[in-house]
């Protein structure tokens, strides 16, 4: 299995700008999270998906930033309009289902830069 | 919620020495302490994890040990190797999904 993907790996874009990121989960995984990496705020849990399904999306910092999971193998990250202070590295995960013992595994991470 | 604070937050120690990372939570209910290993650039990967049932739980070099009375847990990796360089995370989590990580711990292998 190729793990979980991300794409793109970089990304730089202007303030206002909207950014789109992407996840494909780890075939057969019904667990899947965004979670954002900053040298301030360190890892915070964005959105956690179960199911397709929206679970707890009590991270997302503001209406500016939006998740989607359409079907088991693809989900989205949009901030629209993008701001200097989103700035960070993007990490999604998946797992095999909830609970503890279930290992999270991260993807590659996006790293996004609005100027 | 949950709060997790990790100790130190760099760590340097002599090739072949042992390392001890502290965590401590808020939350009694919290049951799952996953540990995750980050390289400069690369991914979290989880490295260990315990439950609040176990109070101890070994693999290879590392080692990890819950209190669940004083809330808190530690990593030991004994033998140290420059690979071992990287950042450590500990988390907690109380609904088995959400974690809450500690900010994490440079750790420097001197050769």
């Known amino acids: 299995d190729a793990g979980v993907i991300q794409s793109p790996r970089h990304e730089v874009t202007e303030m206002g700008q909207e950014v789109t990121l992407r996840c494909k989960p780890i075939s057969g995984h019904n667990s899947l999270f965004w979670y954002r990496q900053t040298m301030m705020r360190g890892l915070e849990l964005l959105i956690y998906?179960?199911?397709?399904?929206?679970?707890?999306d009590s991270g997302m910092p503001e209406d500016r930033f939006s998740a989607k999971m359409p079907n088991a193998s693809f989900s989205t990250l949009k901030i629209q309009p993008s701001e200097p202070r989103d700035s960070a590295v993007y990490f999604c995960?998946?797992?095999?289902?909830?609970?503890?013992?279930?290992?999270?595994?991260f993807g590659p991470g996006t790293r996004l830069t609005v100027t | 919620g949950e709060n997790v604070e990790q100790h130190p937050s760099t760590l340097s120690v002599q090739e072949g020495d042992s390392a001890v990372i502290k965590c401590t939570y808020s939350?009694?209910?919290?049951?799952?302490f996953p540990w995750y290993k980050q390289e400069l650039g690369k991914r979290p990967q989880l490295i260990i994890d315990i439950r609040s049932n176990v109070g101890e739980k070994k693999d290879q070099r590392i080692a990890v040990t819950l209190n669940k009375t004083a809330k808190h847990f530690s990593l030991h990796i004994t033998e140290t190797q420059p690979e071992d360089s990287a950042v450590y995370f500990c988390?907690?989590?109380?609904?088995?999904?959400?974690?809450?990580f500690g900010a994490g711990t440079t750790v420097t292998v001197r050769a």
């Open positions: 998906f179960n199911n397709n399904v929206p679970i707890d």
């Open positions: 995960a998946s797992s095999l289902g909830t609970g503890g013992g279930y290992e999270q595994y």
């Open positions: 939350d009694s209910a919290s049951n799952y």
């Open positions: 988390a907690a989590s109380i609904n088995d999904y959400k974690l809450s």
